[in-house]
């Protein structure tokens, strides 16, 4: 059944850490956290910063505006300087992760997706699977990596659970059938 965890040995061995980011900010601690688990569970780490189709179309729309912190200026939101603070964001995450990881002990890459946040983390972890990196580990954003875990089987994960567990930020360790562990 979906809606409880699996029974699952205590020695579990992570072969792809999918990492999820979004525009709001993320933590230098986070990324030390991602790099440690990646090199002490000898994992390959996806880093995917997505760039949230309902945002770019929120700014698309004409009564859309943006309050400036701490000035609380009201501006229209303009979807090309948007375009361009996510792409300049990606970026600052990607030199991030480069400055945390030793590529001599993590393999690692990066993407930048422009979806809603389940299809991106979805289709990330399905191409993990599908390379044969399962058991995977999903951190969604703002998700932290050693935090408490759901632990659920490849063919039960639905989108509905997985828009679940990115909405509550909570890693999801995904085993590659019924039999696993």
Known sequence: MAGQAPEVSDKVTIRCIVAGFDAGAWRSETLRELAALAVETESELLGVFIEDTSLLQLARLPFAVEVGYPSAARRGLDPATLERELRARADTLRRALAAVLDPARVAWSFRVAR????????????????????????????????????????????????????????????????DAG
């Not at 990196?133 to 039960?156: D, K, S, T, W």
């Not at 997985?162 to 019924?178: D, F, G, S």
């Open 115 to 178: 979806e809603a946040p389940s299809q991106v983390l979805g289709t990330a972890l399905a191409a993990a699977l599908a390379e044969g990196h399962a058991p995977a580990l999903l951190i969604p954003p703002r998700g932290r990596p050693h935090a408490e875990r759901r632990v659920i089987h490849a063919p039960e994960l639905s989108d509905a659970l997985l828009r679940e567990l990115i909405a509550a930020a909570r890693p999801l360790l995904v085993l590659p059938r019924e």
